[in-house]
């Protein structure tokens, strides 16, 4: 005789993903579960379920649990996941890295390692494209002084983005970059020795070091394990930290859109002559002029005909 019975559900969100184990916290606890494998057989043009994901889980008799429902993503953040053969358009897949972030938050050091800017603006770019407020975090303030690093990075106040200068040895700008982490889900990205987890732990305590344990967990081998996993944070809110992040490939882009993912340039696109400038050589063009005359820096310019260089050139080889 059959027994039919109605399992157990339980909602809640995704804080680790790995291997396709989804550790999911909910009201009643932890739960690890596994998508149905009709699902994990398709090919998927972007990440089923990532950390940050809230999801419906129905629990198995052994006491882990099977996810049978992902609710909509309010925002991303995703990269390019390239093919076997390396990048392709017709073939990556939307890597997404966290889902349901409240904002990004891109830490750089002002000196040891030199901060790379043309790495940051396609950060920003990234962040733009997926509609995330992002915050741009100037670490080791101590090593150069106050002045000397806001004229590095007055740029971006200027075009609009928070810069949090801080010191996690001197605590200066902790408390205000804390209360920026208050009752957010916040992605944190920065290339190692910008002294991330430093900051982790000036926060809170011991926070740092849970972040660091994965990060070295993940490594760049190829037989690592590799996954990310979202912090809680005792003041509220929680903190992300993913493999991947130091290097993030724009996913679904056309060349023509990068434009609009420039704060500076966006606005002036309309006044160029032409509707299809590229603003690279063609007459009566707004962002060119704004180059010369420095309403514009260079160096903002030439991140935008890199990046728009580099989507073209994926742009032919797919079409």
Not at 5 to 14: D, E
Not at 199 to 224: C, D, F, M, R, Y
Not at 269 to 278: G, H, K, L, M, R
Request: proline letters at 4%; aromatic letters at 8%.
């Amino acid at each position: 005789m059959e027994v039919w019975y109605l399992k157990q559900q339980r909602k809640g969100i995704v804080i680790k993903a790995i291997s396709g184990f989804f550790t999911v916290v909910s009201d009643e606890g932890e739960i690890v579960a596994q998508l149905p494998g009709r699902l994990k057989q398709e090919w998927q043009r972007s990440t089923i379920v990532a950390v940050g994901d809230r999801v419906t889980v129905s629990l198995n008799a052994d006491g882990t649990g099977t996810i049978e429902a992902v609710a909509e993503r309010q925002s991303v953040l995703s990269r390019t996941r390239t093919s076997a053969e390396g990048r392709h358009l017709l073939k990556d897949q939307e890597q997404v890295l966290v889902a349901n972030p409240d904002q990004v938050v891109f830490v750089f050091a002002v000196k040891r390692p030199y901060p790379s800017l043309r790495k940051l603006d396609r950060f920003l770019v990234v962040a733009e494209m997926n509609e995330l407020p992002a915050i741009i975090c100037i670490n080791k303030v101590d090593l150069t002084g106050l002045d000397k690093a806001r004229e590095q990075f007055q740029l971006y106040e200027e075009i609009g983005y928070p810069v949090i200068y801080t010191s996690a040895q001197t605590g200066q700008g902790v408390d205000g970059l804390r209360e920026q982490l208050r009752d957010k889900l916040t992605v944190l990205a920065g290339s190692s020795g910008v002294g991330k987890s430093s900051l982790l732990n000036a926060i809170e305590p011991g926070l740092g070091l849970k972040v660091q344990e994965v990060s070295q967990a993940t490594g760049k081998g190829l037989h690592t394990t590799r996954y990310a996993e979202i912090f809680p944070l005792a003041m509220g809110g929680f903190v992300a930290d993913t493999p991947g992040i130091r290097g993030l490939a724009l996913f679904d882009v056309e060349p023509a859109e990068l434009d609009a993912y420039f704060r500076e340039i966006a606005p002036l696109v309309a006044d160029c002559q032409f509707s299809d400038c590229t603003h690279e050589h063609e007459p009566g063009c707004a962002v060119r002029a704004a180059v010369q005359d420095g309403r514009i820096t260079s160096q903002r310019y030439d991140s935008y005909l890199r990046l728009r260089a580099e989507h073209e050139t994926l742009d032919r080889e797919a079409y």
